[in-house]
């Protein structure tokens, strides 16, 4: 059955790239009303693998029409069909019936994953291991969706809070994590009844179909789990449609802040329910009291993952003077030690390229301008084109300064910028200061001034003495331009599910 649907062209292509087992997930059609689909145009466009830009896989380049017929595809589900009868628990076994097949093809999903992100397999595995605790945790979570029954203040009355599965859920998201962000929505609006039209990255959507696959051999019936792939030609007219279209009622979206915004006008119009998870420029604080070992562990983590790409890297390092040197030199250290790039499917490379061009060229301009005003270089600082197209060393910048471009714009790139402070108000002042927060991380050993920076810097998020924060159980968003919403955790469920009031009057005691 998981082996049914690789056209000839797209097997021929695919065997030669994807080792047998990565190959059974392997899908080249759209997944719209339980069945395999292309575009009613036909068109299809290229996936490349950002190690060397070859083709890896052609899929169909969908419109707007072709995605309205998979958001009625998913409103006749929501309204009649099986899914929309289903009780918590049926909805938890669906979703548990996901989380056994992903685990058991956890490798399979991996080698997609890398061949089309160019992440790491050590990280691949990783995602596909936090992304399915999502499912796992959202499967528990759909047997405790539970309503309440309230205090009346007025005799012969029953007051009730139902919560209800909100609608159609339109899931847009980024190219930096293509599985964890999928489970992390899809598994919450799953739970709560709602059905889903997902429209992953242009960059990554051989995941998303994989994940299609064995939703459809979890048993979702069909309409319930949508994927629809579109090229960057018709991301802006599919994103409207998807914001537009009156069936779909909430808008769950992943990405840059500039694509938040753009939806957060359009769904207006239709006034849906937004959870946007935007872009982050996450303050890193090393206080003098901190463990320097430790904290240098943590910005290794929080820096480098994914190469950078991930909107809770930390993106401006701020360390107290007294300990600015020696982080600076144990920092550099450990990058050139452990971090070997290169092809991400081969033994021993810790980290991959950056997904695309225009990644690279908005990297390299960054470093080039910091260094053409005065910024100092420690290592890294350029390309490797010698490794392949898309490759940027592990950068250490200090001596920035504010009228650096690379001091206020989210890097999304491996390059830490280092600057020092020397007071506790100063650099909590500095941390606040850009219209983002969403993640904020940092190191001290005094306890009252871990309560106190905790609550005062604005981010949704913190890490204190830890770099790597994210697990399913913690609630996850942002403040200011950095979102609405929490995705995991049990407030997970909230963006999927409307609360009904119901007051039942006149009730009469026995006389
Ligand atoms: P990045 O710049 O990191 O690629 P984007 O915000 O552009 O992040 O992309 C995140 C997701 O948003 C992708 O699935 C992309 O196709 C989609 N997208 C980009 N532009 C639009 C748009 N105008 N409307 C709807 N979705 C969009």
């Given at each position: 059955m998981l082996a049914s649907n690789i056209s000839s062209q797209g097997r021929s292509l695919s065997s030669q790239l994807f080792s047998k087992r990565g190959l059974s997930l392997l899908r080249n059609q759209c997944f719209v009303d339980g069945e395999w689909r292309d575009a009613a145009s036909g068109d299809r466009f290229e996936i490349l693998n950002?190690?060397?830009?070859?083709?890896?896989?052609?899929?169909?380049?969908?419109?707007?029409?072709?995605?309205?017929?998979a958001i009625d595809s998913a409103h006749?589900?929501?309204?009649?069909g099986p899914y929309s009868k289903t009780t918590a628990k049926e909805r938890s076994d669906f979703l548990r019936n996901w989380y056994n097949l992903m685990n058991n093809h956890s490798e399979d999903l991996a080698q997609i994953l890398t061949k089309e992100n160019g992440k790491s397999l050590a990280e691949s595995r990783a995602e596909i291991k936090y992304g399915n605790s999502f499912v796992e945790w959202f499967s528990e979570e759909a047997r405790r969706i539970n309503g309440e029954i309230l205090q009346t203040p007025v005799a012969g009355r029953e007051l009730l809070l139902l919560k209800e599965p909100a609608g159609v859920a339109a899931l847009i998201t980024p190219w930096n994590f293509p599985f964890a962000m999928i489970t992390r929505k899809a598994g919450a609006a799953l739970a709560a009844g709602c059905t889903c039209v997902i429209k992953p990255s242009e960059d990554t959507p051989l995941t998303a179909l994989a994940m299609a696959e064995l939703a459809a051999a979890a048993g979702f019936p069909r309409g319930t789990f949508n994927v629809v792939t579109t090229s960057p030609k018709n991301s802006a007219l599919v994103g409207k449609e998807l914001c537009e279209n009156p069936k779909v009622r909430v808008m769950s979206?992943?990405?840059?802040?500039?694509?938040?915004?753009?939806?957060?006008?359009?769904c207006a119009s239709t006034m849906k329910r937004l959870s946007l998870e935007l872009g982050g420029n996450a303050p890193f604080v090393v206080f003098d009291s901190a463990d320097i070992d430790l904290?240098?562990?943590?910005?290794?983590?929080?820096?480098?993952?994914?190469?950078?790409?991930?909107?809770?890297?930390?993106?401006?390092?701020?360390?107290h003077d007294k300990i600015h040197d020696d982080f600076v030199a144990k920092f550099v250290a450990r990058i050139k030690s452990e971090i070997k790039m290169g092809n991400g499917c081969t033994e021993g490379v810790t980290h991959g390229p950056l997904i695309k061009e225009s990644q690279l060229n908005s990297v390299s301009e960054l470093v080039n301008e910091a260094l053409s005003k005065g910024a100092k270089l420690h290592c890294g600082g350029k390309a490797l084109p010698d490794l392949g197209p898309l490759f940027f060393e592990a950068t250490v910048l200090t001596d920035v300064t504010k009228e650096m471009k690379i001091y206020n714009t989210e890097i999304f790139g491996p390059v830490a910028v280092i600057n020092k402070f020397s007071n506790e108000a100063d650099v909590i002042k500095e941390a606040n200061d850009t219209p983002v927060g969403l993640a904020g991380y940092f190191y001290s050993k005094d306890i009252?001034?871990?309560?106190?920076?905790?609550?005062?810097?604005?981010?949704?998020?913190?890490?204190?003495?830890?770099?790597?924060?994210?697990?399913t159980e913690a609630a996850f968003g942002g403040v200011k331009e950095?979102?609405?919403?929490?995705?995991?955790?049990?407030?997970?469920?909230?963006?999927?599910v409307d609360i009904k009031y119901v007051c039942i009057g006149n009730l009469v005691d026995q006389k």
């Open positions: 950002p190690v060397d830009r070859t083709v890896i896989g052609r899929v169909p380049d969908m419109g707007a029409a072709d995605v309205s017929s006749v589900a929501f309204k009649n979206f992943t990405g840059s802040t500039g694509v938040g915004k753009i939806l957060y006008r359009q904290a240098v562990s943590g910005a290794m983590a929080s820096k480098f993952r994914n190469t950078g790409q991930a909107c809770v890297s930390s993106n401006r390092f701020f360390i009252s001034q871990v309560f106190r920076v905790a609550r005062k810097l604005e981010v949704g998020m913190v890490g204190v003495n830890e770099g790597a924060i994210s697990c950095s979102g609405i919403g929490r995705e995991g955790s049990h407030h997970g469920i909230d963006d999927f």
